[in-house]
């Protein structure tokens, strides 16, 4: 059952850089995480402040994701849209109840749309072409980035930056604005995304990947066995010969 007609301003397309991600989240996903920016959500905003929210939530508890709706987009949103914390499928259940329930769009339109706005630019080659590439050493100024991103894509586009441990301040999350049909990029004119406290010196991580403790004992336990098992058959083999 499909929620009556949400009045939809705009919409804001998030990617997210997983390597900043795993840099301060225990990632689930295999080390590396993958080395392009990852589609987040594409979010329904207000594109003002309602009751101290930006964005439209929750519209219809009623309609949960059906993964047959979106069966023959699974491959693309595996690689375009991959989870690094949950299993994809949670992932783009969240998002599609909380965000996509308040889109307009069905359920298949609105993960295509998201894809194919995904298509109209790549943002980890339009920081490379502007002087911002990954690297666990360099930092970019705010206006670096910027510039870069407005030039690559032909809109103003914000982005948002997070810190780990050591008190870095890295990319983490770039956002463009869309009409509120989701289909094509605009200007964003909202309220600035933009947080970044260290604005003149951003990281772009390539090997932030942090291991759950979990992982790390298993990791451990993995490599004990593996040396036992070792010591073990040279004993045998010395016996035997």
């Keep these: 059952m499909r929620a009556k007609l949400i009045e939809v301003v705009s919409c804001v397309f998030l990617f997210q850089w997983p390597d900043s991600y795993c840099s301060t989240h225990k990632c689930l996903v295999k080390p590396p995480p993958p080395s392009h920016f990852t589609i987040h959500g594409l979010w329904p905003s207000y594109n003002k402040l309602i009751d101290g929210k930006m964005w439209l939530e929750d519209c219809n508890k009623e309609d949960p994701l059906d993964p047959t709706q979106i069966q023959d987009l699974e491959k693309q949103l595996d690689q375009k849209w991959p989870s690094l914390k949950q299993t994809n499928l949670e992932f783009w259940s969240h998002e599609w109840k909380k965000h996509g329930t308040c889109s307009n769009l069905g359920q298949h339109a609105y993960f295509e ?111 004990s066995i593996y040396i036992i098992m070792h010591l073990y058959l040279l004993g045998v083999m010395h016996v035997y010969y």
Excluded at 125 to 135: E, M, R
Excluded at 182 to 200: P, Q, R, V
Aim: aromatic fraction near 10%.
């Design 113 to 223: 749309a998201a894809l194919a706005l995904e298509r109209l630019t790549n943002l980890t080659k339009i920081l490379a072409d502007g002087g911002v590439v990954p690297s666990d050493v360099k930092t970019y100024a705010f206006r670096e980035i910027s510039d870069a991103l407005a030039r690559g894509t032909g809109f103003r586009t914000y982005f948002k930056c997070s810190k780990n441990k050591a008190g870095d301040t890295l990319l983490s999350e770039v956002r463009q604005c869309v009409d509120r049909y989701g289909e094509k990029l605009i200007n964003c004119t909202a309220l600035s995304f933009d947080y970044c406290d260290n604005a003149d010196k951003i990281k772009m991580p390539q090997s932030g990947y942090m291991i759950s403790s979990s992982t790390s004992y298993n990791l451990a336990a993995t490599r």
